[in-house]
């Protein structure tokens, strides 16, 4: 009975363990491309489809400038005006608005889906909500950039200097949607960029990829392709998307294994009580007498 208490195992669940997101199985790579590819579609025809709004984009850029200087924010021609120091950086700043965008959100997906699938499907999911957003708000505030408001002063450095990315004439574009700059796409999937490769990674150098989104937010600014409250418009619907989409390694705990035994624990061995198991009490038998109390 002892032998047999003595190894008996605890019934209840064993200790619980937190999922590894490096464990993750990649998902097809047939449906996400396909599913990336749709991604990418949605954003290209969901802004043509959100054109033909001139004159309520116009009357928009008029309040969201007059609102920018009510709330003394610095004039977008300051940082223009750092780039118009030569035409070699105003190209550069132009390159970059038109060559970068894409390419690097595909490149960070791709390594994602090779390295961190947990991560790839995370930020896969953030980015869809995030554009599936923009575009919503493309169709509701239907905004002219700076570069064709007037009362900004600011020049077209795509149009002045190339390369550009849109037609000379925005109303008959059909190419690309020039009255959706609200929320802006170029700093907010950028954004995305930067903190799903810091999530991701763990070298202490992985805080260097803020400079993207940062130069980014330079870029679109001084080329005046987008207002201060764009940026600002995207920043905030990407934080509502990384507040609804779970976090890697943040889900519930899964069981881990059971213990097998003191030395894989640590811990003694359950006693009887706690194995739940009753023992018989002791029995009191009367001592037997000495010989010299029987002869006595």
């Known amino acids: 009975m002892a032998a047999g208490i003595r190894g ?24 996400e491309l396909l599913l990336v590819s749709a991604l990418f579609l949605v954003y290209k025809f969901g ?9 309520r984009a116009f009357h928009n850029a008029d309040r969201i ?29 132009n390159t970059y608005y038109a060559a970068v965008h894409f390419p690097a959100t595909i490149a960070f ?7 961190r699938p947990d991560h790839y499907l995370w930020s896969r999911r953030v980015l869809a909500l995030l554009t599936a957003a923009a575009l919503a708000l493309h169709l509701l505030m239907p905004l002219a950039p700076p570069r064709m408001l007037d009362a900004t002063g600011l020049v077209d450095t795509a149009r002045v200097y190339g ?10 574009d059909s190419m690309a949607n020039q009255f959706a700059a609200m929320p802006s ?51 905030a619907l990407l934080g509502v998307a ?20 003191q030395a894989a624990s640590g811990a003694a061995a359950p006693g009887p009580a706690a194995s739940g198991i009753a023992t018989p009490e002791p029995v009191l038998r009367p001592a037997a007498p000495r010989p010299a109390e029987v002869l006595r």
Do not use: C, K
Request: no cysteine; charged share 10%.
């Open 163 to 172: 390369p550009s990315v849109y037609g000379a004439t925005p109303a008959t």
């Open 185 to 235: 796409l170029h700093f907010g999937w950028a954004l995305m960029v930067a903190i799903g490769l810091i999530a991701a990674t763990r070298t202490r150098w992985r805080w260097l990829w803020l400079l993207h989104p940062a130069l980014t937010l330079l870029v679109i600014v001084g080329t005046a392709n987008h207002y201060w409250f764009d940026a600002l418009a995207a920043a």
């Open 65 to 93: 400038w007059e609102a920018e200087r009510a709330v003394h924010l610095p004039g977008e021609g300051s940082v223009q005006a750092l780039l118009m120091h030569g035409e070699a950086l105003v190209r550069t700043a």
């Open 109 to 115: 997906l791709a390594w994602l889906y090779w390295r």
């Open 8 to 31: 008996t195992r605890p019934t209840g669940p064993g200790p619980t363990a937190t999922p590894d997101p490096s464990s993750t199985p990649r998902p097809p790579l047939g449906r």
């Open 47 to 55: 802004r043509l489809f959100a054109n033909g709004h001139e004159l």
């Open 242 to 261: 990384l507040a609804v989409v779970r976090t890697p390694g943040t889900g519930p705990s899964v069981p881990g294994p059971a213990m097998s035994g």
